[in-house]
């Protein structure tokens, strides 16, 4: 179904340079460039009938119905088809390969239109109609951002051209499945719905083109950041012959492996920390709703690391050499996952929103997935029908708690559970770091850009 990921595989570092960050600056500085040039209101003014005070193309019947209704049938409609696609490929094994991008895709499509229009609402450029030089009622503003207590303008980024070019999604997962005729015509195909979508709303006044261009820069980068870990956690095929190749050269394997998810999840972290600053709970502070978010995402924190050196007491010395089915592993087959993306989540609510976590959750979850899928099949060359059998007694995640079983004792390793103690606490940094925010964002260092609920 795909090429070997090792045509496809992109080191983080370029990637993070070149696509999420390299070509989404590029993007923008056209867009700001062509709002503070001629070309801006020279082409809205194009398309404005002095005569009659307004825009003519903004009441056509064809031209309307297009941008009430024809828009919305690609995020809607790629929303659907995917996450259906992505639900049966659990039973559909022809699927399964794809289902990771299935998801991404999945969640693009979900996540486009609602990032767009709430962030229009934080940025000052108006509609072209709305400004008293076309018509209406206000002048043209100074900065891109709206100042504190002022509405913003509603208008940028264009949330109809942001869902024609989140079929740049596809582009990403042609890449992730080595398909290059796919990564093409999703790039072909999203700059062409996201340019007539967008072109339809400068026709009818309702937009400038440089805030279609910023729709572009900001759908471009979701999309790589999204497909991140589908790209740059690609991976060499483990050996196909088990008695061919040492065991020592499948432990080395899995250890590539996991270096690849460590360095997901930094670039992950890093961009999170950039972002935290701009984004607030719906509720204020001081209410017992953030206080009780908070305060629950702590425990999810206190429960993660207790869970993690659970995990490391039964693991001991022993991982790699032989497979261990005790404990915590005998409830579910990935613990220490199962632990961290508790953690994430227990993170994410010391913002006090509730809906922060598990989408930091989600996130870390599909990077997990990826690897996941890779250790079982090291794991399986390894342990043979002995792994197929405890695969198919434990599930993935669980916890399935009535298959709880431990020997009475179990050998320690203290240097593991020291390395897994110094891992695990900074995760309590994000209590000091979420204050800081809030501090920031109360005396206006930050401006909140994005609330959630």
Known sequence: MSKPASMHYQKPFFYVLTQVVGLSLLMGWLAYTVQHSPLDLGLTRHFYDASGHGFPWRHQPFVYAMGKFVVWLVPIGGALFCGAAAALSYRIKALAPARSVLWALFAVFCLVPLLAGGLKHYTALPRPFALAMFGGYVQLPPGFWAAAGEPGGGALPSVHAATGFSVLALYFAGWALGSRRMRWLGLAGGLALGGLFGGLRIMQGAHFLSQVMWSLAFVWCVCSVLFYPLIVTSHRGAPDDVHGHRLDDIWMHLSIVQVRRRNTLTVYGVLLV???????????????????????????????????????????????????????????????????????????????????????????????????????????????????????????????LSGWKSQEQVLISVSGLGRTMRDAVPYLLALPLFELIEWGQGTGWFPVLIRLP
């Open 274 to 400: 950039c972002l935290l600053p701009f984004l607030s709970s719906t509720w204020p502070a001081e209410s017992w709703m953030h206080q009780g978010v908070e305060w629950a995402g702590l425990g999810l924190i206190l429960l993660a690391i207790a869970g993690r050196c659970w995990c490391i007491l039964y693991l001991g010395g022993h991982k790699g050499a032989e497979l261990i089915d005790q404990g915590p592993y005998s409830i579910s087959r990935n613990p220490l996952y199962l632990f961290s993306m508790l953690a994430v989540a227990g993170i994410g609510a010391q913002s006090g929103s509730l809906l922060l976590g598990p989408i930091l959750a989600l996130f870390v979850y599909a990077v997990f997935n990826n690897v996941i899928a890779e250790e079982e099949r090291l794991l399986s060359k390894a342990f043979g029908q002995g792994y197929a059998d405890y695969c198919a007694r434990v599930p993935r995640f669980g916890p399935r």
